[in-house]
């Protein structure tokens, strides 16, 4: 379906999406298509993918575990043309006992966050060379999010919803903060973030907001299918009036649903101390 916004020419543009075998992963990567971008996406599932994806011709499905810090290098070794576009979309959400990833990190603070920091890092090379805009799909639960810096993994407390939005709360910061210093060393890539407002996807299927999300989506209220609650991150991937720095998410009642917008950055997100210590921890845990 082609909802009301315009997506340039991409022909000739290498994307990566990341979670694109379902929800807005897989909205993101179909628009990105359809506009001419040839993609490279990492997939945990090779099988499914295929299958949820078929409709898309002009990409290559490479197998990785976004929670495994050594798929992500893996796959990011195998990049080997210019990068221009990455869109950071992979995620879980508040599973409801604490688990940990084969690297033994929190798993929503691993694939959410740490993951996404992983593939810039690998991807650095390709991405200067293509000048690349990368875009980070966070959460408005980012604004109710703090960093737990001594207990970063949740080992001594969990609370699913704390610890999402604690992730997103990591990546949201990150995004700023590579777009900062990709400016002050002359890098050449813009790096900005966005948010669905409230977007009825498979990522709530193991919490409880599901079934309020599902009756919500039946009514028609303040809830986006998945190709609507794409919409700010593919602005602020493809349009030329996305900045850098910038910030973007639907334009409707508390930013739950409608076109994309640019909006104020959350409090949480504004201290440039916190996104500097975000980066230096993410650089230790990635070795």
């Known amino acids: 379906m082609t909802l009301d916004l315009t997506v340039p020419d991409l022909t000739g543009r290498l994307a990566i999406v ?15 298509a359809a506009a001419g971008a040839e993609l490279v996406l990492p997939v945990r599932d090779l099988a499914k993918a ?37 869109v950071n979309n992979a995620g879980v959400m508040a599973p409801p006992a604490r688990q940990i990833s084969r690297d033994g990190l929190e798993l ?47 080992e001594r407390a969990y609370r699913p919803m704390r610890a999402y939005n604690q992730s997103k709360l990591a990546q949201l910061l990150f995004a700023l903060e590579l777009d900062r210093r ?13 948010h669905p407002g409230l977007a009825s996807t498979n990522l709530q299927a193991a919490t409880p907001l599901d079934r309020w999300f599902k009756r919500l989506s039946r009514a ?24 850098g ?24 997100a504004r201290d440039l101390r916190d996104a500097e210590q975000v980066w230096a921890v993410s650089e230790k845990l990635i070795g």
Not at 18 to 32: E, F, K, V
Not at 57 to 80: G, M, P, W, Y
Request: charged share 20%; proline share 4%.
């Open 50 to 86: 295929g299958r949820t994806l078929a409709h898309i011709h002009a990409k290559t499905l490479r197998r990785a575990d976004l929670a495994s810090l050594d798929d992500v290098q893996a796959f990011a070794e195998r990049v080997d043309r210019p990068v221009h576009l990455l």
């Open 182 to 194: 990709s400016t002050g060393n002359g890098w050449g890539i813009t790096s900005n973030a966005a």
């Open 18 to 32: 990341t979670g694109a075998s379902d929800g807005l992963g897989r909205a993101l990567a179909g628009r990105l």
């Open 108 to 154: 929503q603070f691993a694939t959410n966050h740490l993951s996404h920091f992983a593939l810039v890092h690998h991807l650095l090379p390709r991405l200067r060379e293509g000048r690349a805009r990368v875009t980070s799909v966070v959460s408005f639960g980012a604004r109710d999010g703090r960093i737990a810096w001594d207990d970063l993994q949740s």
């Open 245 to 268: 720095g910038g910030f973007y998410g639907p334009g409707g009642p508390a930013h739950l649903a409608g076109a994309p917008v640019e909006q104020r950055l959350y409090r949480s």
């Open 220 to 243: 028609g209220i303040l809830v986006q299918t998945a190709d609507r609650g794409a919409r700010p991150a593919l602005y602020a991937a493809t349009s030329p009036d996305a900045r």
